[in-house]
């Protein structure tokens, strides 16, 4: 391409949105070849795949400093402004060639001549950058005046915007509208931005300009994707970058420009703005606060809203064609100031930094007394600081890339580059370490990319491209770790939906999921948040569960409404559904109608579907009350009978109320009865005993644990003894046991020794006096020790007799003692005697 040939120059100038771009592709693809230069890498990438798709990969060529496609038959070639060929330099590769000319040449952005750090470069390729049949100069109205004095042969097309932009006044990050784009100006900043969104709203993608082209693109693509409805970015989002994005909110309108922390120009402002709106769609900006340095001024707001801006009356200027006679010509000619009044000297650039601290190495200035030796100095000055290590470590970098190329072969060592490139292959760490690996990186594929600086350099740019793309891909799951909560995203991307048709599952161990996020977890009716929840997402998340759930827990209603006895169990006092805690018992009007409390999970139940829990849960527990402990059930019935005799109905009372199982003390209205009572009482299942008054059929185990719950339900502790116990040593109070001495021996088996010592006794001993000898051998059988069978037998009414058999007197019916009083327990401690008894189901 020359650089000075003339052609028929347009400058297409306005504001964004208004197809610049889109004009200049198709104008190049028009011609036979052509060339633009983009400001950005990730905007040279996003028109390169836009050309590839028109015209075929093998027509297309990508030049930035880090990245170079170029096929041998390329014809258009998509570049970042620094790497447009003019001038000195080439290609890496041995088959490939600087172009000589081509068509069509178009520069965007052109009005970033005026930026202090870059706008030479862009000055430069506006003043020499020419096309053999046709150039355009794409960029803002601002840049009109000087494109006239500078460019006078061009032809001046203005467009207007496609759609409105209008202020939506100043918005909290908790109230902006999906779709939006958070604008920060620095990594920190945008950093916590996004975690902030993250909290509030689900997550959002990440854009800067640091990032790889393939970390953009995959952040990029989550947004339009529709998987997050929020995006926060540097300013390189004004830069071109395409993105449906209806609103764009500044985070803050200062920036550090790499000199001072000063106020976006307005033109900055509506340069960035200005990404709001697609095509023919309106779009909206503002602030995230209403007063104070982050807040718009009225004067800037309608300066935007109408496109109305100072006309630029300046561009930076350094000489792209420098001297290299020597280092000291090179210095001089790019300190050189500009003849044009319109043009101002560039400040100094990082390179131009580096070269004037190299130029007093005496090392580097013995390797650059040749032209040659001095231009490839100046080229490794060009190497960009993308890790910002400061002018200082950089020269050092610098000083030691140039000595490598200027002695011995001429190369850099492949050693040093493997080295480096094995030493930041590792994908462990967080954002900020990987964003730094990748930094490194692109220092060593821009390297890579400069025609004989290695030997071989196809190896050299394959191996940085692939640790680029590793490290893209890591920092992208980083990026999206940190800043996407997928399932909070999720869910408030439905959160409005009508509840039957969203995809929520349940899986088999009650894992609630919605879009395959796991959300919680479904246990009867009772929804836990996710253990790995955040505490700000968890109201969030019980209030999306409460309306996504709503058909499956009135399912599990009307299923519970019909369960099977299998389906119930009762554990500690709590009844329990498929193992799931729906109820709990407490004192009734009776000890076997236990009120059932359901428990306040059911509240999401409609009243007739819980009516009917509670009438299938009280039906339950009478069922079993009436299978497991009938004697219970019909002591009730006899209470109730006012036909039967009062003293009888006061048995049954006081008996009911001890659960079946009474010192015969407690019950005293028993000895006011009659043999007929007693016989009646016999055929309801209870046994009046010599010392207790008590329903055999309790002291089995599964009545027992029946009973132990329907006491407890009263707030009373019941000990259970060992399955299949008949003696127990010492310990608290077993219930179906009578302590005597130290052990406790049941209620069943203490009559049956009272009637076998009566039955010793003998039929001819109607006095009572004549001593005898009972047989030991039922209360060994039992395991009563025969210190245990003498305290009972004296509590059964006998008296042993001196002699050098043992012998014992019956002496009369025992006088009963009233048992010793205890304190009642407490009632929020009753159940626990139950604990580890194992359930009772149906």
Not at 107 to 113: P, S
Request: charged share 25%.
């Amino acid at each position: 391409m020359s650089s000075f040939a003339r052609s028929a120059v347009t400058a297409v100038l306005g504001p964004t949105n208004t197809g610049k771009t889109h004009l200049a592709v198709e104008r190049m693809c028009g011609h036979s070849s052509g060339m633009i230069g983009f400001p950005l890498r990730l905007l040279a990438r996003e028109v390169y795949d836009r050309v590839v798709a028109i015209k075929g990969e093998k027509q297309v060529a990508l030049i930035t400093g880090e990245e170079r496609i170029i096929p041998p038959q390329a014809r258009y070639y998509l570049c970042t402004a620094e790497s447009m060929p003019i001038g000195e330099g080439g290609f890496a590769g041995a088959d490939n060639t600087l172009p000589r000319d081509v068509g069509f040449v178009a520069l965007d952005e052109a009005q970033l001549g005026a930026d202090p750090e870059r706008g030479h470069v862009f000055t430069d390729r506006l003043l020499r950058a020419r096309g053999r049949d046709e150039t355009m100069i794409l960029g803002s109205a601002a840049l009109k005046p000087l494109v006239r004095t500078l460019v006078p042969e061009a032809e001046i097309i203005e467009r207007p915007r496609f759609s409105t932009l209008s202020y939506a006044g100043a918005k909290k990050l908790s109230r902006l509208p999906k779709r939006s784009a958070i604008v920060a100006f620095s990594a920190e900043e945008v950093y916590a931005v996004a975690e902030a969104i993250r909290r509030m709203r689900g997550g959002a993608a990440v854009v800067m300009g640091a990032l790889s082209p393939r970390t953009r693109n995959a952040q990029v693509a989550m947004f339009q994707a529709g998987e997050v409805d929020y995006l926060v970015a540097t300013d390189a989002i004004g830069m071109g970058l395409n993105m449906d994005v209806a609103h764009v909110a500044f985070a803050s309108l200062t920036k550090f420009d790499g000199r001072r922390t000063r106020r976006l120009t307005v033109p900055e402002m509506a340069q960035i703005a200005g990404r709001a709106g697609r095509h023919q769609r309106d779009g909206t900006f503002g602030a995230l606060v209403e007063e104070g340095p982050g807040a718009f001024a009225p004067e800037e707001v309608f300066a935007i809203e109408e496109h109305r801006f100072t006309p630029l009356d300046f561009l930076y200027w350094r000489d792209g064609e420098p001297d290299l006679s020597s280092v000291d010509a090179l210095i001089a000619s790019l300190e050189r100031k500009p003849t044009e009044i319109v043009l101002r000297a560039a400040p100094e650039a990082l390179d131009l930094a580096v070269l004037k601290r190299l130029s007093n190495e005496h090392v580097v200035l013995d390797r650059a007394r040749s032209p040659a030796g001095v231009a490839r100095l100046w080229a490794a000055c060009g190497i960009p600081d993308f890790q910002k290590l400061g002018v200082e470590p950089h020269s050092r970098f610098v000083a030691r890339v140039f000595t490598h190329l200027t002695e011995g072969s001429g190369h850099i060592p492949f050693a040093w580059f493997a080295s480096e490139i094995a030493r930041l292959d590792t994908v462990s760490g967080d954002v900020e370490t990987i964003a730094g690996r990748i930094a490194a990186t692109r220092t060593w594929a821009y390297i890579a990319h400069r025609a004989g600086w290695l030997a071989d350099g196809l190896e050299a740019q394959a191996r940085a491209r692939a640790l680029e793309e590793r490290l893209s891909d890591a920092l992208h799951e980083r990026l999206t770790q940190r800043f996407v909560d997928k399932r909070t995203t999720a869910l408030l991307r439905t959160i409005g939906a009508d509840h039957r048709h969203l995809p929520v599952t349940i899986g088999e161990q009650g894992e609630v999921s919605v879009e395959e996020h796991e959300i919680g977890r479904l246990d009867g009716f009772r929804f836990t948040v996710a253990a790995d929840a955040r505490a700000t997402d968890k109201r969030l998340l019980l209030a999306a569960a409460e309306k996504r759930l709503a058909g499956e827990l009135g399912k599990r209603g009307a299923a519970l409404a019909e369960a099977r006895d299998s389906e119930l169990a009762v554990e500690d006092g709590r009844i329990l559904w498929r193992g799931a805690d729906i109820a709990r018992l407490a004192a009734g009007q009776r000890l076997t109608r236990p009120a059932i409390v359901i428990d306040r999970a059911l509240d999401c139940l409609d009243k007739p579907v819980r009516d009917g829990v509670a009438a299938r849960l009280a039906r339950w527990v009478a069922e079993r009350t009436r299978a497991l402990t009938p004697a219970l059930a019909r002591l009730d019935t006899l209470a109730d009978d006012a036909s039967a005799p009062p003293e009888l109905r006061a048995v049954a009372i006081a008996l009911a109320e001890a659960g079946g199982l009474a010192d015969r003390v407690t019950v005293p209205d028993v000895e006011r009865i009659d043999p007929r009572a007693r016989r009646y009482l016999r055929d309801l299942g209870v046994t009046v005993g010599t010392l207790d008054v008590f329903a055999p059929g309790l002291i089995r185990p599964e009545p027992a644990r029946w009973r132990a719950v329907l006491l407890a339900a009263r707030g009373r502790t019941t000990l259970l003894p060992p399955q299949g116990a008949t003696v127990v040593s010492g310990g608290a109070p077993m219930a179906g046991f009578r302590r005597v001495g130290t052990q406790q021996v049941r209620l069943d088996l203490v009559e049956r020794i009272a009637r076998a010592a009566h039955d010793a006794r003998g039929p001819g001993d109607k006095g009572g006096r004549k001593p005898f000898a009972p047989d030991p051998a039922l209360a060994t059988s039992i395991g009563v020790t025969p210190d245990t069978l003498a305290k009972l037998m004296v509590r059964l009414g006998f008296r042993a007799v001196k002699g050098d058999v043992p012998a014992w007197v019956w002496q009369g019916r025992p006088k009963l003692v009233s048992p010793r009083k205890e304190a009642p327990p407490r009632r929020d401690n009753a159940f626990a005697v139950l604990a580890g008894l194992g359930s009772l189901r149906g």
